[in-house]
DNA sequence: TTGAAAGCGCTAACAG
DNA sequence: CTGTTAGCGCTTTCAA
């Protein structure tokens, strides 16, 4: 429990000024190999490492990035997972700051502003629109997975929704499906666009749609499913709004005795890691994880180094991955 | 974009000095009340906000709790809103820090010991002892959910895994099950003891016990479930590592057909949102989750306030909870 | 009650 | 290539 090393410890110990163990410990040029050998010599053996504080607090850059997240989403651990690695090959930290059902985004945003990270990602954020641009007066805002009219400073990364909707639409009337209803999502992030795309598929199919109202967790889609059930007939499709619901869905179904993809075929939305489980192993529109982490952390870096855009959109394009939750009828 | 205001700012426009600012801002005792409620005005009207990490830098306090989780455990998410909730109230920030498939343990301790946390809390690590000790070395370092053969500097606060198990059991031979098999967690944290309290309330009844590797994902549960209806004859009960790997076990049974509780009854463990998810419904053994928060975070306070202790364990009691996955013979 | 001044650990000019 | 110097935004003596 003694107290941490800093750059003097080292370079007494190295012989040298603080100066030149900090132009070493950062890697800049300008320091002998001999010199910078011993330095990491003398560092190594206090276990000496760097305050990121004040290095920040002298460097005007924290080369930090705040991500707001979901505790309870699946689809955001996955995403928190690939903007790490994104993050750290632009030479970027992350700083993680969780939504809860006890702790609001207001309260998830003003804990990362103190940070001072240098840009804001926010994850399929629900926050009004005002609050995102008064919070984009301050910094970079990047939106992943939320669509929003455009506003002014706040960059969106987010999937083609209603393609995804479509092609999931698509693919179950390839099968000989004609009775497809879409359990959406009510006011969650991408909802309105899915509920767009699958709307405007079947139409072209010459299809009537037939909407339920969902919701994003297990308990919505388990909730919907039971309605189905009780209904006088009985879809022969579902597009449910994310994985998450339609393994609710798919809970119900098989408890009621409801053959998956014999009598009923199942679609979800995401490919998060939920749907990759073999014994689920559902058929879904896969985000492109890797793609939407990348665009979120470029879009933040152009903004840091001054780009100055009223507000820009990158939209994703998702695709189908069939797994075995789907079958021709 | 403008920068933020400092203190400096603050003490400008209400037209005192920043040491005054400073002792206003942090509520402390020794400003007039006129004069405190200007400078309140005046941070007011320019948005101002304290620097986390310069206040950090001066005062050698970072009121920081470093917290380790896994992104993929809904159990480490539930304990992770748990401590903010304790965090807050005893007047500390949390800096939360991921392991996930492509972040190991040793990266996420070092970000957060870069942020001069002033201890750590570790959500169910698998770090080898010796890490652990050597971190203990530098601040307190308290695990959750993972036994530790008693560690110098460490702090250990678990639940009584053994207990729960031997709590399951007892339900289920209460049911009249005598034929019950454990789906173990292999190396997970606490699979040990849960291995230890099934097989000697097993025991105990005069039952012989029968174990099933499994582990800690659904993935697994399942894999398990379905070597057990390869099996020649069927167990009337499972009691499974914990529940996501109950949820991987019932998904198989009701994909085979087989009722769950009707045919066999399941069991699952830390009662994390998952297991109370109203079309899971599991029954299962409660882990007290804002209990081992607050333990953890009390335990980090007394060592920060001093206590010397040669590395303490403290052990909350999991009591079972009863849902719909089991049934009476 | 208030202010001046010193420094937390580090980086960034600027000299040598 | 190396050292000196001056702060980053804040807290904290110590005087006034």
Redesign the pocket.
């Given at each position: 429990m003694t107290?941490?090393p800093?750059?003097?410890?080292?370079?007494a110990r190295a012989?040298?000024?603080?100066?030149?163990?900090?132009?070493a410990?950062?890697g800049?040029?300008?320091?002998?190999?001999?010199?910078?050998e011993q330095i990491f010599k003398a560092a190594q053996e206090i276990g000496?490492?760097?305050?990121a504080r004040?290095?920040l607090?002298?460097?005007?850059?924290s080369r930090l990035l705040g991500v707001q997240f979901g505790l309870s989403y699946p689809f955001h651990a996955d995403l928190v997972e690939a903007l790490y690695a994104v993050a750290e090959s632009a030479g970027y930290q992350l700083a993680l700051s969780a939504v809860a059902a006890s702790r609001g985004e207001q309260r998830a945003t003003e804990a990362l502003l103190d940070d001072r990270c240098e840009a804001l990602i926010l994850l399929g954020p629900q926050a009004p629109v005002a609050r995102l641009e008064k919070l984009a007066a301050q910094l970079p805002v990047i939106c992943v997975a939320r669509r929003l009219p455009s506003t002014p400073g706040v960059d969106v990364v987010r999937t083609a929704d209603d393609d995804g909707a479509r092609q999931a639409v698509d693919h179950l009337v390839s099968l000989g499906h004609r009775d497809i209803v879409h359990i959406d999502g009510g006011r969650a992030p991408g909802a309105a666009d899915r509920r767009r795309g699958y709307r405007s598929a079947m139409h072209r199919h010459g299809l009537p749609s037939s909407f339920v109202p969902g919701g994003l967790t297990e308990q919505d889609g388990a909730a919907a499913a039971r309605g189905l059930l009780a209904a006088p007939s009985r879809p022969t499709a579902v597009l449910a709004f994310n994985d998450q619901c339609a393994t609710g869905v798919l809970d119900v179904f098989l408890r009621s005795g409801i053959g998956v993809p014999g009598q009923i075929s199942v679609v979800g939305f995401d490919d998060s890691h939920l749907a990759r489980l073999a014994h689920i192993n559902l058929t879904t529109v896969g985000q492109d994880i890797p793609r939407l982490a990348d665009l979120a952390v470029v879009r933040a870096l152009a903004r840091l180094e001054g780009q100055q855009t009223p507000g820009t959109e990158t939209v994703v394009a998702p695709h189908l991955i069939v797994r075995g939750t789907t079958a021709a009828l």
């Open positions: 107290k941490r800093t750059l003097a410890d080292v370079a012989g040298v000024s603080v100066a030149l163990v900090s132009i410990m950062r800049a040029k300008g320091v002998s190999a001999a010199t910078s000496y490492r760097p305050d004040a290095r607090l002298r460097s005007r850059r």
